[in-house]
């Protein structure tokens, strides 16, 4: 801060000598006309844009999309203090970076002849190199004027043919195609102790067969990678890598990655960004990763994006906040060749304050081998769109075919991790998001952490191993889910809660599980609003294992080393929302518990060989306000209508569920089957519909038997 404001101060002496002495020239455009700089949109850039800009970088200011546009004057994304700098440039200057109306032209004039021979090279400059562009084994340098610079001269970078070393803080394009070559980025921390280096990337193509072709060594506050809007850059490694380091732990590492940072790393940017890493990883930081924004594609042999903490989207940055900003983040990460690979996305810090993901906004799109997301400590999406598909899918099977249609496939072949009574399961971690937690020396007695957090965004899964499963504790508190696994869809070691209590929402938290082993397991459960719709080929839900041991003595979740969820009795508590299941025929239920099943409020619909399933020893289902439909049918042929409606006749929900003699025990509702429901609000492609209005339908009147079981006649959608 102490160097901000130091700049920040000259300018606005600067900016007061201007206005005292009214001598700064004016830039002019039309009022339609975009113009860099203009962040009054007046159609000119002066003195009171520079004004305005300076307050808005200490936060004084607001912009809108179209000053924020105008004010990041590099086209990185980003409305900062390096803009600041190009501001007050073309103020004073009298020049801006967009072009003015055109002028119209004028009759040439017949040449000159020239009064000295021409030279092929810009004059040779002592000044700071601004400029890098690789040309084959070499490189060419120049300062900000455009001038060349020879290596020999240079201040602030060495040159060793193609392999360039930047030694001081400051912005430098990097463009231009070599097959051996290296970007490397080395401040003195006594110097510069906060030293910012930013590697603007403006059409480069860099290479290197062993060794990372951009490498930051150190840095004293952070590197940037800044992707030019409109310009594609392509960063790859080789197979081997000869390039390693002692960490300060004393071992020795390999910079095996196309990009390698052992300081913070932060990248921006409006263009595109591919990154191939074809010995083991794509990015690398062993400390914190920002990607604020661009089109970012990274492939991967080993992980494909790695540091101590990752976050995706400024949640900071005023416009992002307003919903604006991500428009230009797009993240797609591949590391599944099909046989080998690693994990999409992983922080893998034990240290306090690091080891977490959080996902802000943007597009992010994970085809992983193993596991999708990876976080040694916590998760948490806030917005955005996440696509992950993990090994196989769920079309996995531990004989090695897959199974279509929602029946139960379970049943097998392979052991793998966990003891949950799914014997399909896979010999690697390849869960969708992973949050693991901090465990003893020994790896396994759980100590903290290993908590998942989504409190909206849309996530999709398509995975062999769990979609979502912590060591720690899971808040499903806002969002919509797309979930198809052949393992288990939501699985925490501790407590699992669904929804905001007391919200009266049906929509605030959306989950479709179109396909799993159990749906929703953790060792207490509670609902508290939304809408879960799960197809299981096992239980729906799922406390602390349930009477036949699922998650009893689970004491490999992760493929090794890691303690699994307690064996202690669980406790079911649905408060609020919706929930319907469909399990499979079989010994598989619907809604299962160690401990006590309270129904405090919400609408269940339970589908299973038994429905509604409490622990032995004196457990109970209790009812305090909740309403049930219980059914023995299966989780094949879901085309008849369920419907809950309120004590004024109101439709609350209907759903698709399998056809049978259904039972109820409603205390805050009354339960149906049957007719057509028109209006309302459609979820999950209309498996479920919200409100609505009821054409015929048949009321539930038999009541539910003392084991769960049904009764009573149902109709067809």
């Given at each position: 801060?102490?160097?901000?404001?130091?700049?920040?101060?000259?300018?606005?002496?600067?900016?007061?000598a201007a206005v005292m002495c009214a001598a700064i020239p004016v830039i002019s455009a039309s009022a339609?006309?975009?113009?860099?700089?203009?962040?009054?949109?007046?159609?000119?850039?002066?003195?009171?844009?520079?004004?305005?800009?300076?307050?808005?970088?200490?936060?004084?200011?607001?912009?809108?999309?179209?000053?924020?546009?105008?004010?990041?004057?590099?086209?990185?994304?980003?409305?900062?203090?390096?803009?600041?700098?190009?501001?007050?440039?073309?103020?004073?200057?009298?020049?801006?970076?967009?072009?003015?109306?055109?002028?119209?032209?004028?009759?040439?004039?017949?040449?000159?002849?020239?009064?000295?021979?021409?030279?092929?090279?810009?004059?040779?400059?002592?000044?700071?190199?601004?400029?890098?562009?690789?040309?084959?084994?070499?490189?060419?340098?120049?300062?900000?004027?455009?001038?060349?610079?020879?290596?020999?001269?240079?201040?602030?970078?060495?040159?060793?043919?193609?392999?360039?070393?930047?030694?001081?803080?400051?912005?430098?394009?990097?463009?231009?195609?070599?097959?051996?070559?290296?970007?490397?980025?080395?401040?003195?921390?006594?110097?510069?102790?906060?030293?910012?280096?930013?590697?603007?990337?403006?059409?480069?193509?860099?290479?290197?067969?062993?060794?990372?072709?951009?490498?930051?060594?150190?840095?004293?506050?952070?590197?940037?990678?800044?992707?030019?809007?409109?310009?594609?850059?392509?960063?790859?490694?080789?197979?081997?890598?000869?390039?390693?380091?002692?960490?300060?732990?004393?071992?020795?590492?390999?910079?095996?990655?196309?990009?390698?940072?052992?300081?913070?790393?932060?990248?921006?940017?409006?263009?595109?960004?591919?990154?191939?890493?074809?010995?083991?990883?794509?990015?690398?930081?062993?400390?914190?990763?920002?990607?604020?924004?661009?089109?970012?594609?990274?492939?991967?042999?080993?992980?494909?994006?790695?540091?101590?903490?990752?976050?995706?989207?400024?949640?900071?940055?005023?416009?992002?906040?307003?919903?604006?900003?991500?428009?230009n983040l797009k993240v797609t990460v591949k590391t599944n060749n099909g046989t080998t690979g690693g994990?999409?996305?992983?922080?893998?810090?034990?240290?306090?304050?690091?080891?977490?993901?959080?996902?802000?906004?943007?597009?992010?799109?994970?085809?992983?081998?193993?596991?999708?997301?990876?976080?040694?400590?916590?998760?948490?999406?806030?917005?955005?769109?996440?696509?992950?598909?993990?090994?196989?899918?769920?079309?996995?099977?531990?004989?090695?075919?897959?199974?279509?249609?929602?029946?139960?496939?379970?049943?097998?072949?392979?052991?793998?991790?966990?003891?949950?009574?799914?014997?399909?399961?896979?010999?690697?971690?390849?869960?969708?998001?992973?949050?693991?937690?901090?465990?003893?020396?020994?790896?396994?007695?759980?100590?903290?952490?290993?908590?998942?957090?989504?409190?909206?965004?849309?996530?999709?899964?398509?995975?062999?191993?769990?979609?979502?499963?912590?060591?720690?504790?899971?808040?499903?508190?806002?969002?919509?889910?797309?979930?198809?696994?052949?393992?288990?869809?939501?699985?925490?070691?501790?407590?699992?809660?669904?929804?905001?209590?007391?919200?009266?929402?049906?929509?605030?938290?959306?989950?479709?599980?179109?396909?799993?082993?159990?749906?929703?397991?953790?060792?207490?459960?509670?609902?508290?609003?939304?809408?879960?719709?799960?197809?299981?080929?096992?239980?729906?839900?799922?406390?602390?294992?349930?009477?036949?041991?699922?998650?009893?003595?689970?004491?490999?979740?992760?493929?090794?080393?890691?303690?699994?969820?307690?064996?202690?009795?669980?406790?079911?508590?649905?408060?609020?929302?919706?929930?319907?299941?469909?399990?499979?025929?079989?010994?598989?239920?619907?809604?299962?518990?160690?401990?006590?099943?309270?129904?405090?409020?919400?609408?269940?619909?339970?589908?299973?060989?038994?429905?509604?399933?409490?622990?032995?020893?004196?457990?109970?289902?209790?009812?305090?306000?909740?309403?049930?439909?219980?059914?023995?049918?299966?989780?094949?042929?879901?085309?008849?209508?369920?419907?809950?409606?309120?004590?004024?006749?109101?439709?609350?929900?209907?759903?698709?569920?399998?056809?049978?003699?259904?039972?109820?025990?409603?205390?805050?509702?009354?339960?149906?089957?049957?007719?057509?429901?028109?209006?309302?609000?459609?979820?999950?492609?209309?498996?479920?519909?919200?409100?609505?209005?009821?054409?015929?339908?048949?009321?539930?009147?038999?009541?539910?038997s003392s084991s769960g079981g049904p009764g009573g006649p149902g109709r067809n959608w």
């Open positions: 801060m102490k160097k901000m404001n130091s700049i920040t101060k000259k300018l606005m002496t600067a900016a007061a339609a006309q975009t113009l860099a700089g203009d962040v009054n949109n007046d159609g000119k850039v002066d003195i009171m844009d520079l004004i305005s800009f300076t307050k808005y970088i200490h936060g004084y200011n607001k912009y809108d999309q179209q000053a924020f546009d105008n004010a990041d004057m590099n086209g990185d994304g980003e409305a900062d203090v390096f803009d600041l700098g190009l501001m007050k440039k073309a103020v004073v200057s009298g020049s801006s970076t967009q072009p003015t109306e055109p002028t119209q032209p004028t009759e040439p004039t017949q040449p000159t002849e020239p009064t000295t021979e021409p030279t092929s090279e810009p004059a040779a400059s002592t000044g700071v190199v601004t400029s890098i562009t690789f040309d084959g084994t070499s490189v060419k340098l120049a300062d900000a004027e455009g001038n060349a610079v020879d290596a020999k001269n240079a201040s602030n970078v060495t040159v060793d043919g193609a392999y360039v070393t930047i030694t001081k803080a400051g912005t430098y394009s990097v463009s231009g195609k070599c097959d051996e070559g290296q970007i490397k980025v080395n401040t003195d921390n006594t110097a510069e102790p906060t030293a910012v280096v930013e590697l603007s990337l403006e059409g480069l193509t860099l290479s290197n067969s062993t060794v990372a072709p951009i490498y930051v060594e150190n840095v004293g506050d952070e590197a940037v990678i800044s992707v030019k809007n409109k310009t594609e850059n392509t960063i790859s490694d080789g197979k081997t890598h000869t390039d390693t380091y002692q960490n300060s732990d004393g071992e020795t590492k390999t910079c095996a990655a196309a990009i390698y940072a052992r300081d913070d790393l932060k990248i921006k940017g409006k263009g595109t960004l591919i990154v191939n890493g074809n010995a083991e990883d794509g990015i690398v930081s062993t400390n914190d990763l920002k990607i604020w924004n661009g089109t970012i594609t990274v492939n991967a042999a080993d992980d494909g994006i790695r540091a101590d903490s990752v976050k995706i989207g400024d949640a900071d940055d005023a416009v992002s906040a307003g919903g604006k900003g991500y428009d994990d999409g996305i992983k922080a893998s810090s034990t240290k306090e304050g690091k080891g977490f993901v959080t996902i802000n906004g943007g597009t992010i799109e994970i085809n992983s081998y193993a596991d999708g997301i990876q976080a040694e400590q916590t998760f948490t999406m806030n917005d955005g769109d996440l696509t992950i598909t993990t090994y196989q899918g769920s079309g996995y099977t531990a004989s090695g075919t897959t199974t279509g249609g929602n029946t139960n496939p379970w049943g097998g072949g392979m052991g793998g991790m966990g003891m949950d009574g799914n014997a399909n399961k896979t010999d690697i971690s390849a869960k969708g998001i992973k949050a693991v937690g901090l465990y003893d020396a020994a790896g396994t007695t759980w100590q903290s952490a290993g908590d998942i957090t989504v409190n909206g965004g849309t996530i999709k899964i398509d995975s062999s191993d769990d979609s979502l499963h912590c060591g720690g504790s899971m808040s499903i508190l806002g969002g919509t889910f797309t979930i198809a696994t052949a393992d288990d869809g939501f699985h925490s070691d501790h407590e699992l809660t669904i929804g905001t209590k007391d919200s009266g929402k049906y929509d605030d938290v959306q989950i479709y599980v179109s396909k799993c082993y159990e749906g929703i397991e953790g060792v207490t459960i509670n609902q508290n609003s939304g809408t879960v719709y799960i197809v299981s080929g096992d239980d729906g839900y799922n406390a602390a294992g349930g009477n036949d041991g699922s998650g009893n003595g689970n004491t490999n979740p992760w493929g090794g080393g890691f303690g699994g969820m307690s064996s202690s009795t669980g406790t079911l508590n649905i408060n609020g929302g919706l929930v319907v299941v469909n399990s499979a025929n079989g010994d598989h239920d619907a809604i299962d518990s160690n401990g006590d099943i309270n129904l405090n409020g919400g609408f269940v619909y339970a589908n299973g060989q038994e429905p509604l399933d409490c622990g032995d020893g004196g457990y109970s289902i209790k009812y305090n306000g909740g309403s049930v439909i219980t059914m023995t049918a299966g989780n094949t042929n879901l085309k008849t209508v369920y419907s809950f409606k309120d004590a004024s006749g109101n439709v609350i929900a209907s759903w698709l569920g399998a056809s049978g003699t259904p039972g109820q025990n409603c205390t805050n509702a009354t339960a149906w089957t049957g007719g057509t429901i028109s209006g309302g609000t459609e979820l999950f492609g209309g498996s479920v519909i919200l409100g609505g209005t009821m054409n015929g339908g048949t009321q539930i009147t038999a009541a539910q």
